[in-house]
């Protein structure tokens, strides 16, 4: 069982950058592939970015490529969602999921743990 939430949200302007954070309970962190989903009024959930075990894979949506970065500390339980540039079309509310899987996924049906979210608003 992991429990995952999510910090680091707010109203920003376009342009500006906020990091997003979400600290996963448990002593098996470092086994689960972790991913960050968003959910805009109105639309579907959609995945943001994706990270495996070790790090050294992440993906990332076409629409984030360059802006946003997603990294993790398997020491600290911990991931983090990098946003720069942000554009009024990135808001929405931000989950970060935790999957028991090496690789990282980017459909929502590959996680089995979320969080509640944090809301970002980019304003124009």
């Known amino acids: 069982q992991v429990q995952l939430v999510e910090s680091g949200g707010g109203l920003v302007q376009a342009g500006d950058s906020l990091r997003l954070s979400c600290a996963a309970s448990g002593r098996t962190f470092s086994t689960y592939s972790m991913g960050w989903f968003r959910q805009a009024p109105g639309k579907e959930r959609e995945f943001v970015a994706a990270?495996?075990?070790?790090?050294?894979?992440?993906y990332y949506t076409d629409s984030v490529k360059g802006r946003f970065t997603i990294s993790r500390d398997n020491v600290k339980n911990t991931v983090y969602l990098q946003m720069n540039s942000l554009k009024p079309e990135d808001t929405a509310v931000y989950y970060c999921?935790?999957?028991?899987?090496?690789?990282?996924?980017?459909?929502?049906?590959?996680?089995?743990?979320w969080g509640q979210g944090t809301q970002v608003t980019v304003s124009s």
């Open positions: 999921a935790a999957g028991q899987r090496y690789y990282a996924g980017q459909k929502s049906s590959e996680y089995e743990y």
């Open positions: 990270i495996g075990w070790s790090g050294g894979s992440t």
